[in-house]
C-alpha cells in the first residue's frame, strides 16, 4: 500500500484498502473558516446538539479577518458564539492568520493525520505527510456531528523533481512549471505524491508551497514523505507521538512523471487560468497596477524575505501599488523582528493584517476593470480578485517584488545586475 | 426525487471554475433566492435571467474546479437547473453537489456533440442521454450507489436528520 493507503486505512479501521474503494474514515482534525456560517446552520438543521469532540475542531477567521461587511461581521459573531457554546478548545480568531499557516504552526498538524478542512487548498499538509483534503459545508456539517466522513481511496499519481534551482527561482516556479506542463485536471480525484532530491532538499514552506498548490491540478490530496526539517518543525509544535507511513516497495503508481528544475526559469500563469504557464521570457512585459504578496501559497516568512531582498533600497514604480499580506501573524511578527517590513514600507509596500486578502476579491486590495496584478497567489480565474475584466498573473514573491520595481512584468534574476 | 429530465442545453467550456460559477464577492449571501441571481455569472452574465427550470447545464472537463465553495453547488439547484452534464467534475464540487441533491453525471464526449439551446433529455437511472435535437445518443457513467440514495433522499442533511431522529428515540 501507499503511505495514504496506510493512513486511510487506518482511520477507517481497516488492514488493508484499494483504490476506488468507498471507505468511511474517523477524521482527526477538522478546520472551519470564515465563509461558511452555512456549517453551523446546517449542523441544527441535521438535528446535532453537541459537536462530536470539542477538541477537534476549530473556526480560523481569515477570508474575511478582519471583518469588512455588517454581514461577515454578522458571520463571526455567530461562529464565536457556537465556539464558546460547543467548548472548542482552540479558536483562531481574526489576530492569528491563514488557516492553513496557523494550523502547522499551532502544533495540530503531524504526519499520518486526517485532516479536513472547508477550503480547497487543504492540500497543503501533504507537506507534513498529513491527509489533507478540502470538503465542503455540508460535509463539514456531517463531520461535526460524526467524527467521520466517507472518501473513495484514490489512486496515487507520482512526481519526480530533480535538481537544484538556479538564483531568484522558486519553489512556486517549480509547481507552476508542473501544472502548465500537467495542465488542471490532470489529477482530478487522485492523490499526487511529489518525491525526488529537489523535494528532499527543501524545507517547510517550500514544500508547502508546491503541495498548496497540487489542488490546482484537480488532486485530492498531496503528499511528501517528511524530511528531516519536517519532523523539526512537528517535533518542535506538536510532539513526538506521530506515526511515519512508509510506501511498500513495489506500489504501483497511476501515473509517473518526470521533471528535472536545473534550468527551470521563473514561470508566470497568465490570464485566466492556473495552467496557462510560461517562462518569463515569454511572456510580454505587460504594465501591472498591483503586486500582491500573500496567502496560503505566497505569504510566508521566507516569500515575504524573497520579495524584501529584491526591494532593498529601492522604490516601487509610481504606478504600482503593492499589498504585502503576510500569511500569519507569527509571520508578521518574524518579518518584523527580521528588518522585512520595514525594507518593503521604505520600498512603498502597502501591509494588511494576516488573513486571505484579496486572494478571493473579497476585500484588501480588489482590483478594478481593466487592472493587472501580478501575484504570489494560487488562483487567476476571471474575477478571482475583482473585476472579471482584470488580469491575474501568478508568479513567484520574487517576480511580483521585481515586477513592481519595474512597473511591469519582469524577470528577477536580472535584479543583480540592475544598477540599485 | 425524480431522475428523468428534459430541459434546454446551456453549453460551456473546460476547466469552468468555482468563480466562474459563483464569484467571490458574493459569498457573504446565505438565502437561496439571493445566490440563484449570481449563477454562472463569471462564465455567461446573463445565464441567471435566461436560464428557466429544468434547463440542463451541459461542460467540458472538469467543472467546478478551484475553491471548496457550496455555493456554487447551492447556486445550481437554487436556479433550478434540472441537472449538470460534463466530461468531467472538480472533486469538492462533485461531493458538494451529491450532498445537496443537485443531480449531476459524467458523460465523455457530450460537450462536443451539443449545441445551445439543443433539446436535451437525461435519464440518471440508465446513464442514458439523448439530444432530442439531433437525436444522438450517449452513455454517461452511471452514480454509484451510494451518490444515487443521497440523491434520492433529497441530500444528505435528509439522511443525517432521521439518523438523528433514531436515536433520540
Known amino acids: 500500500m501507499h503511505a495514504i493507503e496506510k493512513m486511510l486505512a487506518r482511520a477507517a479501521g481497516k488492514e488493508f484498502v484499494t483504490a476506488g474503494e468507498i471507505i468511511n474514515c474517523s477524521i482527526d482534525f477538522l478546520e472551519l473558516n470564515d465563509l461558511y456560517l452555512q456549517v453551523v446552520k446546517s449542523f441544527y438543521e441535521m438535528g446535532g446538539e453537541r459537536v462530536w469532540d470539542p477538541e477537534k ?11 469588512p461587511t455588517i454581514r461577515t461581521a454578522q458571520i463571526h459573531k455567530e461562529m464565536r458564539e457556537f465556539a464558546e457554546k460547543q467548548g472548542f478548545s482552540h479558536h483562531f480568531d481574526i489576530n492569528k492568520g491563514v488557516c492553513h499557516q ?27 505527510g498529513a491527509f489533507g483534503t478540502g470538503i465542503g459545508a455540508t460535509d463539514a456539517a456531517c463531520v461535526l456531528i460524526s467524527g467521520e466522513l466517507w472518501f473513495r481511496v484514490p489512486e496515487v ?3 519526480t523533481v530533480t535538481g537544484t534551482t538556479a538564483d531568484n527561482v522558486h519553489a512556486k516556479d517549480v509547481i507552476l512549471n508542473i501544472i502548465g506542463n500537467l495542465k488542471a485536471d490532470a489529477a482530478v480525484y487522485q492523490a499526487v505524491e511529489f518525491t525526488g532530491d529537489y523535494i528532499e532538499s527543501i524545507g517547510v514552506a517550500d514544500r508547502m508551497t508546491i503541495c498548496n498548490m497540487a489542488v490546482e491540478m484537480g488532486a485530492k490530496t498531496a503528499y511528501m514523505k517528511p524530511n528531516r526539517a519536517v519532523l523539526d518543525y512537528v517535533e518542535s509544535r506538536y510532539g513526538y507521538n506521530y506515526v511515519l507511513d512508509e510506501t511498500d516497495t513495489g506500489f504501483e503508481y497511476c501515473r509517473e512523471e518526470f521533471f528535472d528544475i536545473s534550468d527551470l526559469k521563473p514561470q508566470i500563469a497568465c490570464p485566466s487560468s492556473v495552467d496557462n504557464v510560461f517562462p518569463v521570457d515569454e511572456v510580454e512585459p505587460v504594465k501591472i497596477h498591483q503586486a500582491f504578496i500573500g496567502s496560503c501559497t505566497g505569504g510566508r516568512l521566507e516569500d515575504i524575505g524573497a520579495a524584501a531582498e529584491i526591494l532593498k533600497g529601492r522604490r516601487i514604480a509610481d504606478s504600482v501599488r503593492m499589498v504585502v499580506i503576510p500569511a500569519s501573524m507569527e509571520v508578521f511578527s518574524k518579518a518584523v523582528s527580521k528588518g522585512y517590513v520595514q525594507i518593503l514600507i521604505e520600498a512603498g509596500a502597502t501591509f494588511n493584517a494576516p488573513g486571505c486578502g484579496p486572494c478571493l476579491g473579497t476585500h484588501a486590495g480588489i482590483l478594478a476593470k481593466g487592472e493587472n496584478c501580478v501575484s504570489s497567489t494560487n488562483r487567476n480565474f476571471p474575477g478571482r480578485m475583482g473585476s472579471t475584466e482584470a488580469g491575474i498573473y501568478l508568479a513567484s514573491p520574487a517576480l511580483v517584488a521585481y515586477s513592481a520595481y519595474k512597473g511591469c512584468l519582469s524577470d528577477p534574476r536580472l535584479s543583480r545586475e540592475d544598477s540599485k | 426525487m425524480k431522475t428523468d429530465f428534459t430541459g434546454t442545453a446551456h453549453l460551456f467550456g473546460k476547466n469552468i471554475d468555482t468563480d466562474q460559477i459563483y464569484p467571490g464577492r458574493y459569498l457573504e449571501l446565505v438565502k437561496p433566492e439571493e445566490i440563484s441571481k449570481h449563477c454562472l455569472e463569471g462564465a455567461d452574465p446573463d445565464f441567471a435571467s435566461k436560464a428557466k427550470p429544468g434547463d440542463i447545464v451541459i461542460a467540458g472537463t472538469n467543472f467546478g474546479c478551484g475553491s471548496s465553495r457550496e455555493h456554487a453547488a447551492i447556486t445550481l439547484k437554487s436556479s433550478d437547473v434540472g441537472v449538470v452534464v460534463a466530461e468531467s467534475f472538480a472533486r469538492i464540487f462533485y461531493r458538494n453537489a451529491i450532498n445537496l441533491s443537485l443531480p449531476l453525471i459524467v458523460c465523455k464526449g457530450i460537450s462536443k456533440s451539443v449545441r445551445n439551446g439543443d433539446i436535451v433529455r437525461v435519464d440518471l437511472e440508465s446513464g442514458r442521454i439523448e439530444n432530442l ?28 436528520r432521521e439518523k438523528s431522529a433514531d436515536r433520540k428515540q
Open chain 2, 133 to 160: 435535437s439531433t437525436l444522438e445518443v450517449f452513455y454517461g457513467e452511471r452514480l454509484t450507489e451510494y451518490a444515487m440514495y443521497i440523491l434520492k433522499n433529497g441530500g444528505i442533511k435528509n439522511i443525517f
Open chain 1, 102 to 128: 496557523v494550523m502547522p504552526e499551532a502544533g495540530i498538524v503531524r504526519p499520518g493525520m486526517i485532516l479536513v478542512a472547508t477550503d480547497s487548498h487543504t492540500t497543503t499538509h501533504g507537506a507534513f
Open chain 1, 57 to 67: 475542531a476549530a473556526f480560523v477567521f481569515d477570508h474575511y479577518s478582519p471583518a
Open chain 1, 157 to 159: 499519481m507520482k512526481i
